[in-house]
Structures are given as structure tokens and as C-alpha cells.
């Protein structure tokens, strides 16, 4: 019942002179298909390091059924939320977790969807230009997914 903390900590893992950085270049394609569902990715153009640091930005998913493009709104809470964020940067490692923008959590039995709206923070310092590997979780009728896509902050 209490409200959410984050800390933020520098873990060392693993040898650092060895650093295999990903490549992977931001998606063109903002649907995808993750099992049986499809979601899709928005978001202002172009995405500001700066405008994201001080809530200015969204980034929203919308989640519909794979074959009959119909929407989902039997999103479940999981971890007293609609969904979870991840965005970890390519090149630095920065790791960013972000809820969505709803103030008050939902309640255990609710139903939330199709559209799930993301407001990163820079809660830790000003987030920081690049391109970021991002996974979003959502949990249509209690069966937990993930959604991952590649997106450029400048």
C-alpha cells in the first residue's frame, strides 16, 4: 500500500574490457506480433532526450488480438500496474524503468487496454540521446508478454 521507490546504483558485471555493444538499429515497422497478440508502438517525432527528461513525452502502446485485429481491454494489473517499461540504451547501458502515466493504481480485478501510455522521467539525471532497446509487459487476461522494439532518442 505504500508509494513506489526507485533507487539508482551502479552494479559492475562482468568484464568490462570485453563489451559487445548491440547494433541493432531503431525499427521502421512500429506493429509487430509477439504470440497472439499485436501491438503497436507511437510516439512524438522526433523523440527529445531532453523533452523525455522532464515529462514532456509518450510513449504509447496499443495491444489488439494478432488474428482479429480486435482491441484487447482485458489487461490485467501486474505489479500494480497495466503494463511496464524498459529502456536500456545500446552504447552507455543507461537502464530506464518507466510506469505508465495514470497516478493511482489500478485495482487487482480491474481490466485496462487497449492503449497503454508510458511517461519516462529522468529521474536519475537527464536521459541521455541514443538509440535504446525497449520492452514493454503487458498482461492480457493473466498471460504476461513482452513486447520489444528499437527506437532513437535524439
Known amino acids: 500500500g505504500g508509494i513506489e521507490q526507485q533507487m539508482g546504483f551502479s552494479l559492475p558485471v562482468g568484464d568490462q574490457t570485453n563489451i559487445k555493444k548491440s547494433t541493432t538499429p531503431p525499427d521502421t515497422q512500429l506493429t ?22 522532464i515529462g514532456n513525452q509518450i510513449i504509447t502502446f496499443t495491444v489488439k488480438d494478432a488474428k482479429t485485429k480486435q482491441p484487447i481491454t482485458n489487461l490485467k494489473p501486474y505489479l500494480a500496474s497495466f ?12 537502464y530506464i524503468h518507466v510506469h505508465p502515466n495514470n497516478l493511482i493504481p489500478p485495482p487487482d480485478n480491474a481490466n485496462g487496454g487497449p492503449t497503454v501510455k508510458f511517461l519516462p522521467l529522468g529521474l536519475y539525471g537527464p536521459i541521455k540521446p541514443g538509440v535504446y532497446r525497449v520492452f514493454a509487459q503487458f498482461n492480457p487476461d493473466n498471460h504476461l508478454f513482452t513486447a520489444d522494439f528499437t527506437l532513437k532518442i535524439e
Open 32 to 53: 509487430k506480433v509477439f504470440g497472439k497478440y499485436q501491438v503497436t508502438m507511437s510516439y512524438p517525432k522526433p523523440l527529445l532526450a531532453q523533452q523525455l527528461s
Open 83 to 94: 503494463g511496464h517499461l524498459v529502456m536500456i540504451n545500446e552504447q552507455t547501458f543507461d
